[in-house]
């Protein structure tokens, strides 16, 4: 809740005198232009007013809409808050600001353009050199960058104040990255939901077409009949999250991350698992250096290596431009009207807050003396980037600056306070007043400049605040222009109903494979915990210890088994038994350094899924986190005992059934999770056939008489979680090639390979659907070989059978049984290298799309 | 599995090849048609590269008809342990033509082969880029170019004023040299130069003679070690230890002409390292590929100072690229995605040829 109002006195409701606001000029009468709402307002009754206000806060919770402040490290979500008395500006104020607003960014565009090419403007001695130079937005890898129609900006947004005595002064420029507009949608949305009977009695333009607006101009720019128009984003935890997905999904387009695009032959593509689609239009919401780290020396690993050179060649438009930051440099504000002049031969029309760069020892002299009654400021917007200060961080920000501008005086600018005027506001049951400020947006390009009727409206927290910084702990106000003769607002609509424009298309889109990817492997590591917790817990159930030697023997190829699969290749090379088994169980079970422990499958699954945050459900991530931590929990100590590491593998058995279980119940069953179970199933198969990989040869060499290892087959099935299955299959004790048949040809049980691969199977096709996929090239293709292959193996000439009562060891010498030994390695090894070369397949088809030809 | 982008650098060092020829040319030459001959996998050009017209010909009546033509070439090999795929790179490797260097002859080889495009940055590099997305175990870049070169002098714009009057000059019109007067990562200027306790250009010197004799001083007072440094040293340690290589000399000179109000620039390029004509003992940091400076004169001139070798950068000196420090120039900028095991070897080899 804002906090409670200091200075000015609390209104009864009823008689809403209106004040020295933009509603009116001090008596009870309220402005023309406002009077219906005014009146409207009196009329309701204190608790409706109350009940509409709850309303609100209601549906904001419900539309789940939050700004994010302060620093990565401790990314805080609010509420957002909405007032229930809108801010309704002047019609005759607006028509005048909506001009000045439209010259001043047209007036920055061409400072763009001109600072990207001859520098004209520093030529002349309009603005000094290294305003430009010393700017870290300046990107001199963008020198010569030619923009479409010279459009280096799209969407901008300024900062406003409104005196008290009327005038409008712009004290910021957001011409790079403007936030801020997803919530000015919300606010008219969320009010009009809440209190409609508010709208009644006064007509104001609406602002819901801006998005689609956005959309068309963005359209406008691409060559292609059914362009490609992608938002493109930072990786990791969002400040403004919540606009961007606001944004994407009202203009239609994709959200995607700079790991989702790639350059190939100077064009981008964005790559989902249906294959390579070509990128025309790029909406930039993210800083540029970060983009690209061939051309930007700081970008350090993450970006489209070469995307800006596709820029320079054409191939991509990226809007708003690459390097627009350098309009948004404060120090330039000082300049505003002179750049205006010089680019438009025009006379500003919208004037710009007095602002002081303390580069200038005079200025800093008269900032430093007059520093109670200033606002300091970054140069760069850098440091302030989607920051946003709640009251308590706002002494933070004062001491921050003021250290900044001892420090780096040419670093810090300074605007004396303006006093704002102040406009109604509902807090609990009465009417205060309280400064307001403005973000207005404008959209240039596609022959149509235009500014959002409307805007971003935040109030201060207390009537006597000056601080015009991104204050949002004061809440924001739905933002009104009244349509200026009072009929129906059409005029302006309509035009531009009319006007041809070029269909924006809704195309459906593919998971992309970055997203695919993450899931793939999260499907795999769950798994391969999974399954290694099972293993584990059936192996340290034997009493190492009080074990004979010939015991030992027959449990070791089980151990070697799981040693394979888990890639400790090393272990599993050892013919003879270890006698500390306990300490590669500790190993694989708790050893973080382990790329193959459970605890590391557990940190690398939770890292796929922070990866990929938005597209899966809160409640997986949340039993992800859960796995994670609890894993986390478990000290790594030297002598932990063979009862506390069953403990955890059952607690791995039973995390991973809820996370597999929560995953296939909450998620949609789309790309992304036919990715999930293909790398669950693929890792399952991998894994079995890798175990029985190490038990079938000593098993098989068990029949001759020169070995008398015999392993223990009936652990094996347990291991595997197959034994129930066996018996029901066979009723008999265990024999190999029973084990070998259920294990490798058995439809039915969930650790068979034949089961893995069939399973595969409709997974695959829904992926395989409308791609180019064919032949050898296609995953589905080899899967389905491995299972025709599988289904007609022929296993009884490839064992020795035994008969337990009658000796037939004798027909079967041990030159064939070696042999037949040699056979069946062969076979699994061959299993192992299609599985492995299925994995390849797939990343090629599609997640890397290395072989792909580029559509 | 994760994967790693990883960067590949591009190292300096690198070995010469001792088979220089002594000439010098008495007839133009014409190009060889298949040099020009362009198709998707090779660029060659010499037109093509962007003169600065701007810069008037250094004129020394005696030495006007000497030039000397050398053969360079520049071959970069990476060898990837395991396959690397989504490979993209920029280069920074072709020889400028402009008032002290004619390029006669270009050639480009990559392998694997890929389509290559080139633009002129900030700074009027010619820059090619390429990107091989397919798996690859290696990459090569093969770089051949025949380049005319003239001797150099100190332009009579430097002879005749002081210091100061440079400095007001150039205070005048700072548009075209302002980057090159300020501080970047690899050039930090005023307190790293504080350990020499040393005031080195003084404002009533004549410009050349100041010039000169800060070539001279950072020529006898550090001392050249082949490998005692990596493109990643700070130039604090080059300056802790006195030591360093061409690379550490040149952004040394930056760092000591910027702080003094003197715009410069860091030039990569290749030297001949022995004179083959006489038995001149060998020329410093004379690994083929080089660095050196160039100062920026009030007239719009740049003259070459190799610190490395105390003399004016001339007829043996081969300029490529030029840029605020080493970071501009890199022969090589590239990503590629695989393992981080990479092998790399460079050949460099600069050859005087007789016509």
Known sequence: ?855 | MPMNYLKMRSSVTSRLRQNNEILYLATKWSPDPEWYRGNNEFLSHSAKCRPDSCLNRASKSAAIHRFMIFRITHKTVYRYKTPASESYGELRNCPQSNHAQTVRKRRLQIEPKTPLRHYYDFFGNYVEFFSIPKRHETLSVHSTAEVETTPQFMPDAAQTITVAEARQILQTRQLNHYVYLRPTSMVPLHQILQPFKRDFIKSSQPLDQALLQLNQWIYKNMKYQSGSTTVSTPLETVIRKRTGVCQDFAHLMLSILRTYGIPARYVSGYIEAYDPETADPALVGATASHAWVEVYLPGGHWVGLDPTNNQIAGERHVRVAVGRDYRDVSPLRGTYKGASDQKLQVIVSVTRKRS
């Open chain 1, 1 to 855: 809740m804002p906090r409670k109002p200091t200075a000015s006195p609390a209104r009864s409701l009823n008689g809403f005198i209106i004040r020295q606001t933009e509603f009116g000029d001090g008596s009870t009468k309220p402005h023309d232009f406002v009077k219906p709402l005014v009146d409207m307002l009196r009329k309701s009754g204190r608790k409706q007013l109350q009940q509409r206000q709850a309303r609100i806060r209601n549906l904001s919770r419900e539309l789940d809409t939050h700004f994010t402040s302060g620093q990565q490290q401790s990314l805080e979500e609010h509420n957002w808050q909405l007032d229930t008395i809108p801010r309704v500006i002047n019609p005759e104020e607006w028509r005048h600001l909506e001009a000045g607003l439209l010259q001043r960014a047209q007036a920055f565009n061409l400072l763009l353009a001109d600072v990207y090419d001859k520098r004209r403007i520093i030529q002349d001695g309009v603005i000094p050199c290294e305003l430009v130079f010393d700017d870290p937005t300046f990107l001199l890898a963008c020198q010569g960058i030619k923009q479409p129609d010279h459009q280096f900006i799209t969407l901008g947004a300024v900062d406003l104040v409104r005196s008290r005595d009327g005038r409008w002064q712009v004290t910021t420029n957001h011409y790079a990255l403007p936030y801020g507009i997803s919530f000015v949608l919300q606010n008219r949305r969320m009010l009009s939901q809440a209190f409609p009977e508010v709208f009644e009695p006064l007509p104001i333009h609406p602002v819901t077409g801006f998005t689609s607006e956005l959309a068309e101009v963005l359209t406008s720019y691409a060559t292609t009949s059914n362009p490609l128009i992608v938002m493109l984003t930072r990786a990791g935890l969002q400040n403004n999250q919540f606009e961007e997905t606001f944004l994407a999904r009202r203009m239609g387009v994709p959200l995607v991350e700079p790991g989702d695009l790639l350059v190939r032959n100077n064009k981008v593509y964005l790559k989902t698992v249906g294959g390579l689609e070509r990128v025309d239009v790029i909406y930039r919401r993210t800083n540029s250096r970060g983009l690209d780290p061939i051309a930007f020396r700081s970008a350090g690993v993450l970006g489209v290596p070469g995307l800006l050179n596709c820029v320079r060649k054409g191939t991509v438009k990226v809007m708003n431009a690459f390097g627009a930051g350098i309009a948004d440099n404060k120090a330039l504000l000082p300049y505003s009207d002179r750049i205006i002049k010089y680019y438009l031969q025009e006379k500003p029309l919208l004037a710009t807050a007095p602002t002081f760069w303390c580069r200038d020892p005079d200025q800093l002299d008269y900032v430093k003396t007059h520093i109670d009654r200033m606002l300091l400021k970054p140069v760069h917007r850098q440091r302030d980037a989607g920051r946003n200060y709640t009251t308590g961080q706002r002494q933070t920000y004062v001491r921050e600056m003021r250290s900044l501008l001892e420090q780096h005086p040419e670093l810090v600018v300074a605007q004396p306070f303006i006093d704002a005027s102040q406009s109604p506001s509902l807090y609990k049951d009465t009417v205060v007043h309280r400064p307001a400020y403005l973000r207005a947006f404008c959209l240039l390009g596609n022959g149509h400049d235009q500014v959002l009727p409307g805007g971003l409206t935040r109030q201060a927290t207390s009537a006597k605040s000056y601080h015009y910084i991104a204050d949002l702990a004061g809440g924001a106000k739905d933002t009104w222009i009244p349509v200026a003769d009072g009929k129906a607002p059409a005029a302006t609509t309509r035009k531009a109903l009319i006007r041809a424009r070029k269909r924006v298309e809704q195309r459906s889109f593919r998971a992309t494979s970055r997203v695919a990817e993450q899931l793939y492997w999260m499907g795999r590591y769950v798994e391969r915990s999974e399954h290694t917790g099972r293993m584990i817990r059936i192996l340290i159930e034997f009493a190492w210890g009080s074990l004979s030697e010939r015991e030992r023997r027959n449990i070791w190829p089980l151990w070697q088994g799981a040693a394979l699969s888990t890639g400790m290749t090393e272990l599993a090379r050892k013919t003879a038994p270890t006698t500390d088994v306990l300490s590669v169980a500790r190993t694989l079970v708790l050893d973080a350094r382990k790329s193959a422990s459970i605890i590391s499958c557990a940190q690398s699954a939770l890292r796929n899924g922070s990866e990929i945050r938005e597209f899966i459900t809160p409640e997986v991530w949340s039993t992800l986190s859960r796995f994670a931590a609890a894993m986390d929990a478990i000290p790594h100590k030297s002598r932990s005992s063979a009862t506390r590491l069953q403990d955890a593998c059952l607690h791995v058995i039973d995390a991973t059934a809820l996370i597999n279980g929560t995953i296939n119940r909450t998620m949609p069953h789309d790309d992304g999770w036919e990715c999930y179970r293909i790398g669950i199933l693929l890792e399952r198969a991998i894994s079995t056939v890798n175990v029985l990989n190490a038990v079938i040869p000593p098993t098989i060499l068990s029949y001759s008489d020169e070995h008398d290892q015999d392993p223990d087959l009936t652990s094996l099935l347990r291991m595997l979680g197959s034994l129930d299955a066996y018996q029901r299959e066979y009723r008999s004790r265990t024999y190999l090639r029973q084990t070998i048949d259920l294990l490798w040809k058995n439809q039915e049980i969930p650790s068979s390979l034949g089961f893995c691969l069939f399973q595969m199977l409709p997974h695959l096709t829904a992926l395989e659907q409308g791609t180019k996929l064919r032949g050898r090239r296609s995953p589905l293709n080899l899967i389905t070989k491995m299972h025709k292959s599988i289904e007609s193996l022929q296993t009884e000439p490839l064992f020795p059978k035994r008969n337990i009562d009658s000796d037939l060891l004798e027909s079967t010498p041990l030159k064939k049984i070696e042999a037949m030994a040699r056979k069946a390695v062969a076979i699994s090894q061959g299993y192992i290298q299609q599985l492995n070369h299925a994995h390849e397949l797939l990343e090629d088809a599609f997640f890397s799309h290395l072989s792909s030809t580029a559509k």
